[in-house]
T-cell receptor, first 109, second 114 residues
């Protein structure tokens, strides 16, 4: 079967760095996506990895290892507004997205 | 309209009633999707449409139907609502961002079936 695993909840301190991990088992691979979802709002696109390695976008970076079925999202210089759920999704062999349940990130002052 | 508009924002519905959730996009995206989001679960695809005039079944299509008469509109219909269809429903469309097929989501429709 297809499966995306990520931690349910994480807590971090304002100004710090946090790494959110995602492991996946899917039929085929057509890219790994990270989305941010604030409570009561729609998910919004953060990053995309299709090749192994690190993609950096400002305070956010995403890493992919296809051989290990593993990705992480790294958030630096955490701000209170980063409190949200972070959703990992993988494109399968039919280019449909398989979604993880999301990691709720709580930022404390 | 900018992006994707969903209506209604929220609705309480008696079991057995028919309900249509509306979705309109103005980005001229070919592909559109309906997802449901339930606590503790990932987004689950209900139905999708790769282009106007075509539709396909996702992971959880039972009890739902869709139509795609034109590029902009993709309504989702519950023919006879049941309590297990209580959920938040997101409509999305896909375009390209840095080579990736990125989804843009509507604000969601919260449906409660009693």
């Amino acid at each position: 079967g297809q499966n995306i695993d990520q931690p349910t909840e994480m807590t971090a301190t304002e100004g710090a760095i946090v790494q959110i991990n995602c492991t996946y088992q899917t039929s085929g691979f057509n890219g790994l996506f990270w989305y941010q979802q604030h409570a009561g709002e729609a998910p919004t696109f953060l990053s995309y990895n299709v090749l192994d390695g690190l993609e950096e976008k400002g305070r956010f970076s995403s890493f992919l290892s296809r051989s290990k079925g593993y990705s992480y999202l790294l958030l630096k210089e955490l701000q209170m507004k980063d409190s949200a759920s972070y959703l990992c999704a993988v494109g399968d062999s039919n280019y449909q997205l398989i979604w993880g349940a999301g990691t709720k990130l709580i930022i404390k002052p | 309209i900018a992006g994707i508009t969903q209506a209604p924002t929220s609705q309480i519905l008696a079991a057995g009633r028919r309900m249509t959730l509306r979705c309109t996009q103005d980005m001229r995206h070919n592909a559109m999707y309906w997802y449901r989001q339930d606590l503790g679960l990932g987004l689950r695809l209900i139905h999708y449409s790769n282009t106007a005039g075509t539709t396909g079944k996702g992971e959880v299509p039972d009890g739902y139907s869709v139509s795609r008469a034109n590029t902009d509109d993709f309504p989702l219909t519950l023919a006879s609502a049941v309590p297990s269809q209580t959920s938040v429903y997101f409509c999305a469309s896909s375009g390209t961002d840095s080579g990736a097929n990125v989804l843009t989501f509507g604000a969601g429709s919260r449906l409660t079936v009693l």
